[in-house]
């Protein structure tokens, strides 16, 4: 994933070595993380958006508004419920909304929200956060993160690699102890994977620890 790290650091006049020691790290890693050859932990990007004093909306490139302190306006959309990052378990609906930035919404009218729960994701999707997920019924983007219904009620999210006959879940965790699953319809009583939808977005909510 490309971030908007240089942008961010040019604008706020900052050069790599400067934002490498307000981060604690060295300038040849601020280097990779610019240029998107490695993923960055939650946390680290998180204290980049505080160094740099940007949203984190911006460094993913879902908003050219870099300033958190000027007031974006916002729309209102579902939270369905919860969706483990992990073991899969069942999707509870909750009858609640979420305010996401309305060019977000503008990009995706139909998406919806949905909590987070496990670490089987913390790569790119920490625990406890809002998934916006895009609603299709296939995989058009292999490897990417989708929201999956597995035996038609338990709910996971998931890189999904596309079999010839089946799927791939592929967790993306910093606990190597996650395995991939694989359900091959070739195999007897394996069980249907029904595709939710793309996650293209996420947010942290208000009072969310780190």
Not at 153 to 182: C, H, M, W
Request: hydrophobic share 40%; glycine share 6%; net charge negative.
């Amino acid at each position: 994933m490309k971030y908007q790290i240089a942008e961010a650091r040019k604008l706020r006049g900052m050069t790599q070595q400067e934002l490498a020691d307000a981060l604690g790290t060295t300038q040849q890693t601020v280097q990779r993380y610019e240029v998107g050859q490695v993923n960055i932990r939650t946390d680290k990007l998180i204290a980049i958006s505080q160094v740099l004093n940007v949203t984190l909306s911006y460094l993913l490139g879902m908003t050219s508004n870099p300033d958190p302190e000027e007031i974006c306006e916002t729309v209102p959309v579902p939270l369905l419920g919860s969706i483990a990052a992990g073991t899969p378990i069942e999707m509870i609906a909750v009858e609640d909304t979420y305010d996401i930035p309305a060019e977000v919404h503008n990009s995706y009218p139909k998406a919806f929200l949905l909590k987070v729960a496990g670490e089987s994701m913390n790569r790119v999707l920490p625990n406890g956060c809002y998934a916006l997920i895009n609603p299709c019924d296939t995989v058009e983007r292999p490897m990417k993160a989708y929201a999956v219904c597995v035996n038609g009620f338990d709910a996971t999210i998931k890189r999904v690699k596309v079999l010839e006959n089946g799927y791939e879940l592929i967790p993306d965790s910093n606990d190597p102890t996650f395995r991939s699953q694989i359900y091959d319809y070739n195999e007897p009583d394996t069980d249907p994977v029904t595709v939710i939808g793309q996650v293209v977005w996420y947010m942290v909510p208000f009072g969310f620890e780190i």
